[in-house]
Nanobody
Framework: QVELVESGGGSVTAGGSLRLSCAAS????????LGWFRQAPGKQPEGVAA???????NYQSSVKGRFTISQDNSKPTMYLHMASLEPEDTAMYFC??????????????????WGQGTQVTVSP
C-alpha cells in the first residue's frame, strides 16, 4: 500500500509562488510515476505534472515554464514549485502514484494511489 500526504497549499496573490510537497511511502525498485493533479470547483480533474523514477518530467502546457516538479528520493518526497501563479491555478491539488510504469502520462485514471489534497487559492 502506498500512502501519499500533501502539504504546502495556501492563499497567494497573482504572481506569487508556492511549493507543494508530497510525502510518499513508495519503497519500490520498480519503475514508477508520481504526479500532481488539480481539480477546480465544477471542473474535471486534470494532470499538472508528472515525474518518473528516472526523473523524466511531463508538464501540462498551461504550466510549462511556471511550475517545476522534482523529487528527493532520500526522503522520499515529491515537490511542485509553482511560480507566476494565476487565479486560474486555483484548485485542490492532489499527488498520485503508480508503479510498474513505463511512461508518465497526465490522465488521472492512469494513477492508482492518491493523497487527500491541499488547497491552492490565487487571488487577482
Amino acid at each position: 500500500q502506498v500512502e501519499l500526504v500533501e502539504s504546502g497549499g495556501g492563499s497567494v496573490t497573482a504572481g506569487g509562488s508556492l511549493r507543494l510537497s508530497c510525502a510518499a511511502s513508495l519503497y519500490t525498485t520498480s519503475r514508477y510515476c508520481l504526479g500532481w493533479f488539480r481539480q477546480a470547483p465544477g471542473k474535471q480533474p486534470e494532470g499538472v505534472a508528472a515525474i518518473d523514477s528516472d526523473n523524466t518530467t511531463n508538464y501540462q502546457s498551461s504550466v510549462k515554464g511556471r511550475f517545476t516538479i522534482s523529487q528527493d528520493n532520500s526522503k522520499p518526497t515529491m515537490y511542485l514549485h509553482m511560480a507566476s501563479l494565476e487565479p486560474e491555478d486555483t484548485a485542490m491539488y492532489f499527488c498520485a502514484a503508480r508503479i510498474f510504469a513505463w511512461a508518465c502520462g497526465l490522465a488521472p485514471d492512469e494513477y492508482t494511489y492518491w493523497g487527500q489534497g491541499t488547497q491552492v487559492t490565487v487571488s487577482p
